[in-house]
Structures are given as structure tokens and as C-alpha cells.
């Protein structure tokens, strides 16, 4: 699934900063450090980062109908 393109309660647009959020944290760097890095500073734009679930693993298993 692709990540969200807007923040779903102000409609700041952040899909554009996920690849670079991945990757940092990815790199082991603190999750608050990098979305200050990034601009994120809204507390409803960043609960976008944290919760979200890459789940396109789980779901191409099953066909359609």
C-alpha cells in the first residue's frame, strides 16, 4: 500500500517525505530527530509517520475476484 500523500486532518502534503523518512530511520537515526530534520512539525502530520504500516507484503497474496 502506498503511503498517504496528505495528512488526513490538516491536508499537509508529506507524501513526498516518506522515502527520505524510511530511509533515515532505517539508518538507526531517532524517529523525532528526523521528522524535525524533515520539516514535520505538526503533531498530526507526524502521527502519520509513526503509525503507518507498509502492508503490500500481505496483501498481493490474495487474487482478485
Known amino acids: 500500500m ?3 500523500i496528505r495528512c488526513f486532518s490538516c491536508g ?3 507524501g513526498h ?3 527520505a523518512y524510511k530511509e533515515k530511520t532505517s ?3 531517532d524517529t ?3 521528522l ?6 505538526k503533531y498530526c502530520c507526524r502521527r502519520m509517520f509513526i ?3 507498509d502492508l503490500s507484503d500481505e496483501v498481493i497474496h490474495y487474487k482478485g475476484h
Not at 36 to 41: A, H, Q, T, Y
Request: proline content about 12%; aromatic content about 8%.
Open 36 to 41: 524535525d530534520e524533515l520539516g514535520v512539525k
Open 27 to 29: 539508518q538507526g537515526k
Open 17 to 19: 517525505l516518506f522515502e
Open 51 to 53: 503509525s503507518y504500516v
Open 32 to 34: 523525532a530527530a528526523v
Open 12 to 14: 499537509k502534503p508529506i
Open 2 to 4: 502506498l503511503p498517504p
